[in-house]
């Protein structure tokens, strides 16, 4: 299990960086404030349906 803890302390570190360059990013190229968080919003959004999707399933299969 401590594999599986690493990766994912890895991924999340990954995504925290990558979403402060892009708050950074979106601010400096002039667009508003609004339209940089519905972004973010949007991209967190595409990145945890799949993740719930695939919770569901599994715990789908560990019913039957």
Do not use: C, D, H
């Not at 803890?5 to 508003?32: D, F, H, P």
């Amino acid at each position: 299990m401590g594999g599986a803890t690493t990766l994912m302390n890895i991924v999340q570190r990954i995504g925290g960086a990558l979403g402060a360059i892009a708050v950074v990013v979106l601010t400096q190229t002039g667009a508003s404030y609004r339209w940089a968080f519905a972004g973010l919003l949007i991209i967190a959004l595409l990145k945890v349906l799949p993740t719930l999707a695939i919770a569901s399933r599994r715990e789908a299969m560990m019913r039957s």
